[in-house]
Nanobody, 125 residues
């Protein structure tokens, strides 16, 4: 099994930046597609970004494209999410996820079998 541990969440002012990290253990992160999903208060969890096992393909939701950047360092078994130009609408619990390799990384939550505990990101106005 794969255990995912997230870090880097916190409180930041609108327009600021934050970088989230997700460290994988149990099996090398290179064996999996990975992604970030978030759940805002009163809303369902939604797709943010996904990245395939060798970083050849990365997809972003329209709401974060151009502001967020996903990357991974398989040697460190770590997935990152660089968040810039943060908005209050970005406030949510952010979850790291991992799933089997696919021809293209899936944007759907059902494709991911391992999930982190979530880390809170709060963006003030």
């Amino acid at each position: 099994q794969v255990h995912l541990v997230e870090s880097g969440g916190g409180l930041v002012q609108a327009g600021g930046s934050l970088r989230l990290s997700c460290e994988a253990s149990g099996r090398t992160s290179g064996d999996y597609d990975m992604g970030w999903f978030r759940q805002a208060p009163g809303k369902e969890r939604e797709f943010v970004t996904v990245i395939n096992w060798n970083s050849a393909f990365t997809y972003y939701s329209d709401s974060v494209k151009g502001r967020f950047t996903s990357s991974r360092d398989n040697a460190k078994n770590t997935l990152y999410l660089q968040m810039n130009s943060l908005k209050p609408e970005d406030t949510a619990v952010y979850y790291c996820a991992a799933g089997p390799k696919r021809p293209r990384p899936s944007i759907y939550q059902a494709a991911y079998e391992y999930w982190g505990q979530g880390t809170q990101v709060t963006v003030s106005s």
